[in-house]
């Protein structure tokens, strides 16, 4: 099974700007569709961010969300990148990265990684 491990995450200021990786192993993340969700302090739910599609397709799950978070993939890292931009006080959280097998499906029953925390600072 596809396996699934983030990085990238810490205590940044409040305005910078944070990249979060989603590395892949045992296979390439190429063929799925690779997905970002947060989990919020003292919250058991996780949010859908944006997803990238194996055709390159970016959804994004929540439109306010589109002005400050992007998603890439490096395929020769096998590797997803969440890129947030400007982190305020509503960002920290745990960020998890997932694989399914398209964007658009509704219950992501696929890779789950264990997530890294991110904390925003005032």
């Known amino acids: 099974q596809l396996q699934l491990a983030e990085s990238g995450g810490g205590l940044v200021q409040a305005g910078e700007s944070l990249r979060l990786s989603c590395v892949g192993s045992?296979?390439?993340?190429?063929?799925?569709?690779v997905g970002w969700f947060r989990q919020a302090p003292g919250k058991e739910e996780r949010v859908g961010i944006l997803?990238?599609?194996?055709?390159?397709?970016?959804?994004y799950f929540q439109d306010s969300m589109k002005d400050r978070f992007t998603i890439s993939q490096d395929n020769s890292k096998n590797t997803a990148y969440l890129q947030i931009s400007s982190l305020q006080r509503e960002d920290p959280g745990i960020y998890v990265c997932?694989?399914?097998?398209?964007?658009?499906?509704?219950?992501?029953?696929?890779?789950w990684g264990r997530g890294t925390q991110v904390t925003v600072s005032s």
């Open positions: 997803c990238i599609g194996s055709d390159d397709e970016i959804t």
């Open positions: 045992i296979f390439s993340l190429h063929y799925y569709a």
């Open positions: 997932a694989a399914e097998g398209w964007c658009g499906k509704p219950r992501w029953e696929g890779s």
